[in-house]
């Protein structure tokens, strides 16, 4: 398995503004990914963080609503802009090893939008 | 359209009554199923992979078991500790490693 952080925790922002949410691994990676889970909901993958390359996004999200940065194997941001009160939810970053299928999850990042 | 479905919605227990949850899917190809268990406020915890029907992992309490069209996850003898949101997720790609997640099953084991 894999320790992963992210920051904040959790935020409450006010409508038109932009938040970026880090995510950071205690080891390389070869897989990072972004979900969202909206109030009651499961998750739904937003993108996957490509280290060096344009991130690949799901049907339903565009880059310049989620841009999302990979400098490296072990870190990554996601940036909601310009949020409005349907973006509240928590985010999450998971993580997967090359040669294993299995993903594992950080803590999550509550975002409240106001 | 691949799709995951998990029931059901929500799950009562006595402590000590064993029971299971039913996770079905339509995918185009499987590559793998997982299991998570999330608790309130925090990220889901990895539980078990299952590659192949036939396939069978245990886990303290837990063995969660495949079929060509369903996944089991059996809970024996259960406590309160088990209470959590139990999350089924399917892979159809290897190579994107994308996961599909079902709306998952919240379990409650009262003493």
């Known amino acids: 398995s894999a320790v992963i952080s992210q920051k904040p925790s959790r935020d409450i922002c006010q409508r038109g503004t932009s938040l970026t949410i880090q995510c950071q691994v205690d080891?390389?990676?070869?897989?990072m990914f972004w979900y969202r889970q909206q109030p009651g909901q499961s998750l739904t993958l937003i993108a996957t963080?490509?280290?060096?390359?344009?991130?690949?996004?799901e049907s339903g999200f565009v880059i310049d609503k989620f841009p999302i940065s990979r400098p490296n194997l072990t870190f990554s941001t996601l940036t909601v802009s310009n949020m409005s009160p349907e973006d509240s939810s928590i985010y999450l970053c998971?993580?997967?090893?090359?040669?294993?299928?299995?993903?594992?999850f950080g803590p999550g990042t509550r975002l409240t939008v106001t | 359209e691949d799709q995951v479905t998990q029931s059901p919605e929500a799950l009562r227990l006595q402590e000590g009554e064993s029971s299971s949850l039913n996770c079905s899917y339509t995918?185009?190809?499987?590559?793998?199923l997982f299991w998570y268990r999330q608790d309130p406020g925090k990220g889901p915890e990895f539980l078990f992979t299952?590659?192949?029907a036939g396939e069978e992992k245990e886990k303290e309490r837990l063995k969660a078991t495949l079929t060509k069209k369903e996944s089991f996850l059996h809970i024996t003898a259960p406590k309160p500790e088990d209470s959590a949101t139990y999350l089924c997720?399917?892979?159809?790609?290897?190579?994107?490693?994308?996961?599909?997640f079902g709306q998952g099953t919240t379990l409650q084991v009262k003493p």
């Open positions: 995918v185009s190809g499987l590559r793998g």
């Open positions: 080891s390389q990676v070869t897989m």
């Open positions: 299952l590659y192949s």
């Open positions: 998971s993580v997967g090893k090359q040669g294993a299928y299995e993903q594992y």
């Open positions: 997720a399917v892979q159809v790609s290897r190579s994107t490693g994308k996961l599909i």
């Open positions: 963080a490509n280290q060096g390359s344009e991130a690949t996004y």
